[in-house]
């Protein structure tokens, strides 16, 4: 088994910053994401990192804003966002995996556990 905890999250202006958390325990996973979602769409990749290889992989919409860190023994996966914009607005899902995700890194439907999501809310 594995269990997720996010943290954070919130509202905040365009332009703004927020941080969000993710705790991992319990079974080995070795690919550890984030990913968001808005009603009547899909749930997309937003950054993601495969730690066996120190590959960390983010979506072309949060680069240069969106920053990952991984702490605490590996265990803790935080996501800084910064220069928020009101599309940033979603629901956002921690998840982590033992094997890569088939399609990539950023292909949510190939992560097997997920956190129970935390609200972002990006006012314009």
């Known amino acids: 088994q594995v269990q997720l905890v996010e943290s954070g999250g919130g509202s905040a202006q365009a332009g703004g910053s927020l941080n969000l958390s993710c705790a991992r325990s319990?079974?080995?996973?070795?690919?550890f994401g984030w990913f968001r979602e808005v009603p009547g769409k899909e749930r997309e990749g937003v950054a993601a990192?495969?730690?066996?290889?120190?590959?960390?992989v983010y979506a072309d919409s949060v680069k240069g804003r969106f920053t990952l860190s991984l702490e605490n023994d590996k265990k803790i996966l935080s996501l800084q966002m910064t220069s928020l914009k009101p599309e940033d607005t979603a629901t956002y899902y921690c998840?982590?995996?033992?094997?890569?995700?088939?399609?990539?890194?950023?292909?949510?439907?190939?992560?097997?556990?997920w956190g129970q999501g935390t609200q972002v809310t990006v006012s314009s």
């Open positions: 998840a982590a995996t033992r094997y890569y995700p088939y399609g990539g890194l950023l292909k949510a439907n190939a992560w097997s556990h």
């Open positions: 319990g079974a080995r996973t070795d690919y």
């Open positions: 990192i495969d730690i066996i290889d120190d590959n960390w």
